[in-house]
Each structure stands twice: as structure tokens, then as C-alpha cells.
């Protein structure tokens, strides 16, 4: 008898390779847009997989694509369906719903995918939100500014990667703010259709970031990990290093993964993993920032495994069949960290010390993502980071050291392009 298929939306190499082994051979379906599957040869790139049963283009961000679905293939009976990227969640949630399997629930996926709605609707469960407007043009941005003194966040409701993301300091800034964040091309990770443009206009709130990590079974929590950031210095938001488990006393642990569960319990969220992001600020608040219903992305799940001894994204799978994973830790065996390798503006003529990078104690990833002729434009989102290295030890800050000391090795020269 043919094994019940896994559909998996999204394509994240990363966890396809994790996947291969794990998951029984010819058991995914993967669904993925078609100018996705164009442009990233995915077709190609799949041919020779064991575990890929089959490749379905389908335009999934469009409004009733999920019932579509299930209408084209009645017959499917997945035993689980599972997004991997942030605009597969409300298809993966109504899809769940009409297979009738575990899930987000469409409607906690269309608050998670919409910050502006994120917002209204935590800051009604009493959570600590910035304040943040919706805003069309420059003159909505600086009739905010007026209204609220300070540096604001100019931010997209509905991107992802911190595209379209900029601190604006001064009021003279914003005209050009506004053009260079309604530029939001996502290259060749989304369709060539258009994206509905909606921006918001939010108070800067100065203070340390971190993200909550957590496996929820019918809204309740099975695990959380709290994940310490570092950023790019400079006007966009972009993250530069992960640290697991965060390096900050218990009491704040236990505060953010509890405000995570709230957003969990006030979102309706029902089965999946949430990975939810907070700035705690000089006033010891956390504020919310965003929470996607999804796994992390940047390397963040391997360096959890790494850092408490588990596969996290295996007993996400068991959660999304209906299963009970094994019990999970609710502390860190270790520590582990990802630190992005930094690179100036200009054309690539060589890359080199990877090898002096892999060497480094405790180093177990190098991945680098150019290499000679790659142009960079300068850093505007998550997607033009050059690449990571991640590293584990004892404890978290040994583990940041490593992977700093593997990433400073890696030298990228550039010629001025």
C-alpha cells in the first residue's frame, strides 16, 4: 500500500535535506508556486529525490487556492500538511482544514500573516504592541511622526524577511525611505504576479530582540525556546547573529515564552509551530514585533536541535499528523549560534578562507551563498546576507564566539561595481 503523502508547501532546502532519511522515501508532496518552480529549476533540482513524490505548481497565495486544491484532488488523503514559508500558511491552515488534519486554523493564519491585524488584535488581549498606523504615502508618514515623536519603524503589513524594512530617524528622510521601501522585489523566491502593497508606520522602540520558538499541540505548548538577536548595524532591521538559548536571566524566559503563549491563546492558533519575535524595551516591556505561524528560518531550528539535544522539526511533523512526539526538554543541553558573514558593496572577485572557517572548534556549517561576479547592492533585506556559519558549545556565548571567529575568516573581496 502506497504511504499517505505528506504535503509540504514551500520549497526550503534545508529541511528537505533534514527531511531526506527521516521521512519515507516517495512521501512528500511538495506544492510550490509555478513561476517559483521556473525560476528556481526546482523541477530540475528535484528530478533524482527520494523523497519528493511529486512537484505541484499551484498559485497558492490566491484567495481560495486551498479550496481549489481540494477540489482538484479529492482523493489526496494527506496525513498532514505543512507550510514551510511564511505565504503558505493560510493555504496550509484552510488545506489542513478541508483534509480534515491538524493545523494553525485559517483564521489564527490570516491574523499571524497581517501585522496590522497582529496588532489590533494582541494589544485587545492586553499585550504591549508599539504604536503603528497604517500609512499610504510620505505625508501619512510624517503626519505620524508628528503625532508620535521619535524614530519609526516604515515596515510592509504582509512581507516577510524584513523586506521593505527601514528606521527612519528624521522627518527629512522620508520621502526617500518611502521609495526605497515600496521596492519589495523577493527575486526568485515569490510569483511574478503582483503583491498588494500595505504599509505600516510604527514607533521605534529602542531595547534588545528576541524570538520565541514554540510547538503547540490544540493551543497548548509542548516546547519553547527563547532565541537571542544581534543586528546589522545601520537603518535596516536585518538580523546578523541568533543565539540559543538566549543568554538572559530565567524571570525574562519564562516572560516572553508566557506573552508568546497569550498571542497563541488570542490568535485562536491551533497546531504548529509559531515563531514570534519581541523587543524588550528600556522600560523592561516586551513589545511585539510580529509572529508568523511557521517554522524559523535563518538557521534558527538546527542551532535549537543543536543547543537541546532534540529534532525539533520531527516532532513538529508528529504534531501536524495528530501524533504525541516524545517529550521535549525544557531546558538547553549546550548552546549554538548562527553569525550571517558580512561583505562590502561591490562585484565579487574571490572568496577564500572557508576551509580556515570549517576548522574553527565547535564550527559544523559554513554555507556561503555567492561566489566571483556576484554583484551587492548593499544590504536591504534578509535575502542579501552572503552567508552563515553556525556553531555550538557549553553554553550560548561560547557558541556566539565560535561562530564569529568562523564568519570573520571567511573574506569576501570586492571591486567597486
Known sequence: MRERPVVVVGFVTPVLMALTGAEPDGSVVLVEEPDVIRKRDLRARLAGSALVRELVGWEYTRLGS??????????????????????ATPFAARLAERYGLPGASLGAALVLRDKAVLRRVSAAAGLANPESATVTGPVDVLEFMRACPGPVVLKPANRQAAVGTRIVHDPDEVDRAWADCVEQDEGVFVPDRPMELRMLAERYVPGAEYSVEMLVRGGRQLFANVTGKQLYPGPRPVELAHIVP???????????????????AA?????????????VGDDGVPYLVECAGRIAGDGIMEIIDRAYSIELLRAYFAVMRGEHPPPLPTRATGGAAVRFVTMEPGVIDAVAGLDQARRVEGVFLVDLQVGPGHRFAGLRSSWDRAGLVMAQADGPAEA?????????????????G
Open 246 to 264: 538566549a543568554d538572559i536571566p530565567g524571570e525574562l524566559t519564562e516572560i516572553l515564552t508566557d506573552v508568546t503563549r497569550r498571542v497563541v
Open 66 to 87: 486551498a479550496d481549489e486544491f481540494h477540489a482538484a484532488h479529492p482523493d489526496l488523503d494527506p496525513v498532514a500538511v505543512i507550510p514551510l514559508i511564511e505565504y
Open 400 to 416: 556566539l564566539q565560535r561562530a564569529e571567529k568562523g564568519a570573520g575568516l571567511v573574506r569576501i573581496e570586492v571591486r567597486p
Open 267 to 279: 490568535t485562536g492558533f491551533g497546531d504548529g509551530i509559531v515563531h514570534c519575535e519581541w523587543i
